[in-house]
């Protein structure tokens, strides 16, 4: 085994390729700078990395869902009838779990065409649809339990006076019907039956969670992960008040708040073994600090302390302003997304990387129905929402 990241020199005699060329132009560059530093599997150690596959599901692919093995090639994919409306997981009944984009669902203001999920799907390795819940003011993150529940973020519209009482954000940027819409959380059982929901507006003092002054007001708090805790209650990350809450179950009431002191437009929170918060923490307008970086936190709940950090050695190097992801694996490694840019790594406690893979597919919005983002968005894009790795025992169907 080698004991170094190998190179793609070293990886170019598998008989799948795990590099895709960059393509040539009239003037023979390539014009993009993320297909020109190189696309695929940029290096492997295979004494660090955890055994497994690595899930992808390109957001601009009409509904692409890729299973990466470690030395970069394709293990398995998945076509769907619908693009992503985020992202995609391997439950422990081996299904995959999948959030569409809803085909109905109404047309908000321009940025929902970019973050709106609401066709939540059950999917067997050959592709067959086990099982659908549909929410057309779904978005985000739509967490599908192992027992065939989901929680999931969703929208509605606040009265003028709620509206009126929100704080901060670019000033007449409402709607375009002039409404403000705040988030909501869901849980339904297998049937689609509400079996417990949370309102924003009711438990959240808008005074201490105004949204900062460059978002729009068309969307308050911007919910962007659920997370179901081992006692219980539920995590959340609300991106636009830069805030990581947990929600009490039983109550509603905010019971743990992370706030813009620590955490700036952060993503993707979740509960590890030892009772921790694990947050990828993009660094968007970061607080007292002017310089752009992303990095990966692990935060002890009771003392908010960061017991555990990952940043790149040159910091602004790893960036991402919005999206991203971080799951600690089995083996005590951390794969993370930095996902504008489709770039998968996993590092080890250390934080020493030993595997990265640049999702090699591009694509724009048009012909997604999104026709709202394509001049937000006109450039193809690699990037990913999230992406999660299992080991072989979790995907036993997998012909190898």
């Known amino acids: 085994m080698p ?7 070293e990886k170019a005699l598998l008989s799948t390729p795990i590099i895709k060329p960059a393509q040539p132009t009239l003037s023979g560059f390539e014009q993009s700078t993320l297909a020109r530093r190189g696309l695929g599997l940029r290096g492997v150690d295979y004494n660090s990395v955890s055994p497994g596959y690595t899930l992808l599901a390109h957001l601009t692919s009409p509904g692409t869902v890729r299973l990466i093995a470690n030395d970069g090639t394709e293990a398995h994919r998945w076509d769907l009838p619908y693009r992503p409306g985020r992202h995609a ?24 065409q ?23 003011m779904a978005h985000h993150d739509q967490h599908h339990l192992d027992n065939g529940e989901i929680l999931y973020t969703t929208l509605e519209a606040l009265t003028a006076e709620q509206a009126a009482s929100i704080p901060g954000g670019i000033p007449e940027s409402e ?13 339904v059982d297998a049937t689609g039956n509400v079996i417990w929901s949370w309102k924003v507006i009711d438990h959240l003092d808008p005074k201490f969670f105004p949204l900062q002054p460059h978002y729009t007001r068309d969307h308050w708090p911007l919910i962007n992960s659920v997370y179901p805790l081992k006692d219980g209650n539920i995590l959340a990350s609300l991106r636009s008040v830069s805030a990581v809450i947990i929600i009490s179950r039983s109550t509603g009431e905010v019971i743990w708040h992370l706030d813009s002191t620590v955490v700036a ?33 692990q ?37 993370i997304t930095e996902a504008a840019f489709g770039r998968v790594f996993e590092v080890t ?3 020493k990387m030993c595997w990265e893979y ?19 968005f006109d450039y193809p894009a690699n990037a990913l929402f999230r992406a999660y790795k299992y080991t072989p025992e979790q995907v036993p169907w997998l012909k190898r």
């Open 3 to 9: 004991t170094a990241i190998e190179t793609i020199k």
């Open 89 to 112: 997981r391997i439950i422990p009944n081996r299904n995959l779990a999948y959030n569409g984009v809803h085909p109905e669902s109404p047309r908000l203001f321009p940025l929902w």
């Open 114 to 136: 970019k973050y709106r999920g609401g066709v939540m799907m059950q999917v067997d390795p050959s592709g067959n649809v086990v099982s659908e819940h549909r929410d057309p």
């Open 175 to 187: 709607a375009p019907d002039g409404k403000v819409y705040a988030d909501c959380i869901k849980h």
């Open 265 to 297: 437009q952060q993503h993707c929170a979740s509960e590890l073994d030892d009772g921790s918060i694990l947050i990828f923490d993009n660094g968007t307008f970061r607080h007292r600090e002017s310089a752009t970086y992303s990095r990966v936190i």
């Open 299 to 335: 935060v002890e709940r009771e003392s908010k302390k960061i017991v555990w950090e990952y940043r790149d050695p040159h910091p602004m190097t790893f960036f991402t302003p919005f999206m991203g992801g971080a799951q600690r694996l089995q083996n005590g490694n951390t794969l």
């Open 349 to 351: 406690k250390e934080g």
């Open 358 to 376: 640049m999702n090699p597919d591009f694509a724009d919005y048009k012909g997604l129905d999104a026709k709202e983002i394509e001049e937000y």
